[in-house]
């Protein structure tokens, strides 16, 4: 099968971990072990998050006494997309020796008008109690929001259109390469009148990015993976339940958090909505599981018959 994996930022880097190198490019090895499985049979697109990463190094550049103002979203976007992407890159390679892997830096077109830009929701950057966020939030000027049982700092999130990139990314497929791609959602960037391109102050998110992609490169499946095992209704309380079998409807009959799981729902239902194909959304160590429906929260067109949800191995196309 064609399969767009999207690793979410916090599950490169978990929530309350310090964001050394060491403890990023550990988790970066969990989840080649995770995907390299399913790269050896399937023809593979892998995206990342980059929240805590790109929050790090815009809290860096913020307080650099040598920088005139500091660096703007676009350009923290390009360098978390070659971070993270140097890492999966390298150790996808150790994993599978004689495969190509190429991790490409990639921008995405959003509008300019977008309503996204008005009204931050992309969370950033590490967790904090509530005090302490609304505290750096007057001394910084930030926007901050509740992620969860924890707050961070909130950025705009324009809706991605397209993929400049996205004719490479093919190419590359087609020569049996392992793309990583569209990090951090891709680079956010505008046209204006004359066709040019220029970054934007915003992070784009990843799922919706990885949907878009994964709509055009005609995947068979989109897998989201996160730090949770499931899409969950009530998440967080006592009454928390999880989903595994759902159609893209009654999915969007339920409200998920803007910041976390909603777009990773968004982008999934969309996705089988205009493709009539498979989404999952799950944890990273059930990747294969996910792909087979074993496991997670998998998004039909429309509802499966018990046969149909263990059919979900045999259409793999090896």
């Known amino acids: 099968m064609r399969i767009v994996f999207a690793l979410g930022g916090n599950a490169l880097l978990e929530r309350g971990q310090p964001p050394d190198a060491a403890v990023q490019e550990g988790n970066i090895l969990r989840a080649v072990a995770a995907l390299a499985p399913m790269a050896r049979h399937h023809e593979v697109v892998i995206t990342h998050g980059n929240g805590p990463q790109v929050g790090l190094l815009a809290r860096e550049t913020s307080h650099d006494a040598d920088l005139a103002r500091p660096y703007p979203f676009d350009a923290l976007g390009a360098e978390t997309q070659g971070l993270i992407g140097y890492w999966l890159q390298q150790h996808l390679g150790n994993a599978l020796p004689g495969r190509h892997v190429v991790a490409l830096v990639t921008q995405t077109v959003v ?103 994964a709509e055009r490169l005609g995947a068979d499946r989109l897998i989201l993976l996160t730090d949770v095992p499931a899409v969950e209704l009530d998440h967080g309380t006592p009454d928390a339940q999880a989903l595994h079998h759902v159609t893209a409807g009654a999915l969007r009959a339920h409200d998920f958090a803007a910041g976390s799981m909603g777009p990773k729902v968004d982008a999934a239902c969309r996705f089988v909505e205009r493709t009539g194909q498979v989404a999952g959304i799950g944890a990273l160590e059930d990747a294969a599981a996910l792909v087979d429906g074993r496991a997670g929260t998998v998004i039909w067109p429309s509802e499966p018959t018990p046969q149909g949800a263990r059919l979900v191995p045999a259409l793999r196309r090896l």
Do not use: N, Q, Y
């Not at 300019?112 to 007057?138: L, N, Q, S, Y």
């Open 111 to 213: 509008d300019a008008d977008d309503p996204g830009f008005a009204h931050p929701t992309k969370p950033i950057g590490p967790v904090m109690d509530e005090a302490t966020a609304r505290r750096v939030a007057t001394e910084e000027g930030w926007a901050v929001a509740p992620d969860g049982p924890w707050w961070r700092r909130v950025v705009a999130s324009p809706e991605p259109r397209s993929i400049v990139e996205l004719p490479v990314v093919e190419h590359l497929m087609r020569a049996s390469t392992i793309v990583i791609c569209a990090g951090g959602g891709g680079v956010p960037v505008v046209r204006d009148a004359e066709g040019r391109r220029h970054g934007v102050e915003a992070v784009v998110d990843k799922d919706l990015t990885a949907g878009v992609m």
